[in-house]
């Protein structure tokens, strides 16, 4: 786990002085170590720094650049390759050698052996240029999910450059980019971020997950990215539940052994639900006498403590648990630091619980923890996809089980079959109708707080950034709408949260269930085996880790995770708030007198509290830091 940054520049001298100011940026990323090079290409050259966070080979072998022993090779890479024992033994039967127990070293030769090819092979999180000296060409890489971030920008009189993280990246540019309206209109107006490849500034991409992009070392100019991975949701024929459950069973359990990989203190993030549970009882299967800490946000107080769970999980791994409970007044407090730390706006405060669970873990001394994002997205959690599972089964004619599967669903906690209905209208109406939908259920396109004229003349698109899954098949309609899940709208924007927050205390964040072996062996299954005609959620999962996780907490029926009492900490600081938003953004289409007029009505009652308050928040003081 690191950090990394580069480019290509027709001058040597702003190169020399801006990489060292971009890794300086995210130096938290990399406390342990600091390389950075620069390599002729005429009729520029290319350079290639690096933090270190060392994991795994603590020893100055792991120092970045890392070149290949002919010199051809030269990489940066920002993650962990968790099979990488596995893949050092096969690449020395077929003549490598190695100087260092780095999975760097097995990755660069890896790179070299099989080029491209190599990525499905790679267990692990990731995020890598790699240089080729002979060929001239350097090859951009991210990970399957979007575990480990990159971003870059190439504007045709610049060059291309990228880094791990927005501020690092910033300082390689020649001047800071202009607000992406379209993207801000998308936040402040939908919630949606971290959904395509465009972030809040003009002309900045993510790399999204799963591709590769190659640069042009003669213009400066890098490839349109391409897919290296491609989610299948082809059910595989002759499954049974049974056979299901065993190898759900095996596959996390190997997941779970390689993420424990490491040469420096391993812990958890523990919230109590089923799947961080998992996590932590599945260490305690594997490891019988590894010393296990867990690290849990409580919401002291409030109906969404989830500290009983967490207690029960702590006494039957026996785990040294250690708690963090959060008052209003710390949120104002660390408020701009995490605003700073996530790079761009999110989504609710929940992520504040995150960041202050992963700077308890840095006090105690702990490296590497392990969570359990990815869960819900690749096992149809949440609420089980009611929309998507009801639609496949009326497709195909499976008129008698959409009947039971609506009833039995909509009997679990804060369920209904209007709710059911509402959700397969949404996953089926096109267009306009969708957008009347939306309107009859009060999210306007155009709110009384957003001027439409000066987003009109910029050609925002004033309407919800809605995607589609790339699948269509019948009967696969839960399965389509995970793929997009995993990849593109919601678990990426959850990854970087999880990043960054971990990262700013120097904290390695390992997500197990994320593995494409275990994603591709869910994909494959009936929809019925993730959710079940009683609407259960999870389902095979929860059948798999019988006998390893208390049966209380697989039987668990609601779902809280990391969530905080939103609405009493922001009215809890009220005047704080209403004094941040009087700070003048000079932004034409935010009209602020009438955000500071709704924000009072919510504070007095008047109107009802939504999450949208946050998103005000979030914005103003992410947008005022920027203009600083």
């Excluded at 995210?26 to 950075?36: A, E, I, K, L, V």
């Excluded at 002759?238 to 299901?244: I, L, P, R, S």
């Excluded at 005609?533 to 039987?555: C, M, N, S, Y």
Aim: one cysteine or more; proline letters at 6%; a neutral charge.
């Amino acid at each position: 786990m690191c950090g990394i940054a580069g480019g290509w520049w027709t001058q040597p001298a702003p190169a020399q002085i801006k990489l060292p100011q971009a890794l300086h940026a995210m130096r938290y990323r990399g406390p342990d170590d600091q390389g950075y090079k620069f390599y002729p290409f005429n009729p520029a050259l290319v350079g290639l720094g690096q933090v270190r966070l060392s994991i795994i080979d603590l020893s100055a072998a792991g120092h970045q650049p890392m070149h290949s022993q002919d010199g051809r090779w030269v990489i940066v890479f920002n993650g962990e390759i968790y099979n990488y024992r596995e893949l050092r033994a096969e690449l020395r039967t077929l003549g490598h050698s190695f100087t260092s127990d780095t999975d760097t070293e097995v990755l660069l030769a890896a790179w070299a052996c099989w080029g491209r090819a190599c990525l499905p092979r790679l267990a692990g999180m990731f995020a890598f240029a790699v240089l080729d000296r002979q060929s001239s060409t350097l090859t951009c890489v991210r990970d399957a999910f979007g575990i480990k971030p990159f971003f870059y920008s190439a504007k045709n009189d610049d060059g291309f450059r990228f880094a791990s993280e927005l501020p690092a990246l910033l300082q390689l540019l020649p001047g800071k980019p202009a607000l992406n309206w379209q993207r801000a209109y998308d936040y402040l107006v939908h919630g949606d971020y971290d959904s395509t490849p465009d972030t809040f500034y003009a002309g900045v991409h993510h790399l999204p997950p799963g591709h590769w992009l190659s640069v042009n070392l003669s213009t400066g100019q890098p490839s349109t990215p391409q897919r290296w991975w491609v989610p299948s949701i082809t059910e595989r024929p002759g499954w049974t539940f049974d056979n299901a459950v065993e190898q759900v069973r095996e596959q996390f359990l190997q997941n779970i052994r390689l993420h424990l990989r490491s040469d420096v203190p391993l812990g958890a993030a523990l919230s109590g639900g089923i799947d961080s549970s998992a996590v932590v009882c599945a260490m305690r299967h594997v490891e019988p006498d590894l010393p296990i800490h867990t690290f849990s946000y409580i919401a002291s107080g409030s109906g969404m403590s989830e500290e009983h769970w967490v207690d029960r999980v702590n006494t039957h791994v026996r785990a040294e648990s250690h708690k963090v409970i959060v008052t209003p007044q710390e949120l104002a407090r660390d408020l701009d630091d995490m605003i700073r730390t996530q790079g761009e706006p999110f989504g609710s405060t929940s992520i504040y619980a995150q960041y202050r669970v992963f700077q308890l873990a840095k006090e105690n001394g702990i490296t590497v923890t392990l969570d359990g994002q990815g869960a819900d997205e690749m096992l149809a959690g949440y609420i089980g996809y009611p929309g998507q599972r009801l639609r496949s089964l009326l497709e195909i004619g499976q008129w008698e089980k959409a009947w039971v599967f609506w009833n039995e669903w909509a009997q679990w906690p804060g369920r209904s079959r209007i709710l059911a209905a509402k959700y397969l209208a949404s996953d089926t109406v096109q267009g306009d109708m969708y957008a009347l939908l939306r309107h009859i259920h009060g999210r306007s396109p155009i709110p009384s707080w957003v001027r439409a004229g000066p987003l009109q003349e910029a050609q925002v698109r004033l309407k919800v950034p809605r995607q589609q899954p790339e699948s269509h098949t019948a009967g696969r309609r839960v399965m389509a709408e995970l793929a997009m899940a995993l990849s593109r709208r919601g678990l990426p924007g959850l990854l970087r949260h999880g990043d960054r927050n971990s990262m700013r205390f120097s904290v390695e964040s390992r997500v197990p269930f994320l593995t494409l072996d275990m994603v591709n062996l869910l994909l494959s299954m009936p929809e019925d085996y993730l959710i079940s005609h009683q609407g259960e959620t999870k389902h095979v999962f929860r059948a798999a880790l019988r006998g390893i996780v208390p049966d209380v907490v697989l039987d668990r029926r609601d779902k809280i995770g990391f969530e905080t009492p939103e609405k009493s900490w922001i009215l809890g600081m009220a005047p704080t708030v209403t004094e941040w938003l009087r700070e003048d953004l000079k932004l034409p289409f935010f009209d602020q007198p009438q955000v500071i007029k709704e924000f009072n009505q919510i504070v007095t009652g008047k109107k009802p509290f939504s999450w949208q308050v946050w998103r005000w928040v979030n914005f103003h003081r992410w947008l005022a830091q920027s203009n600083q």
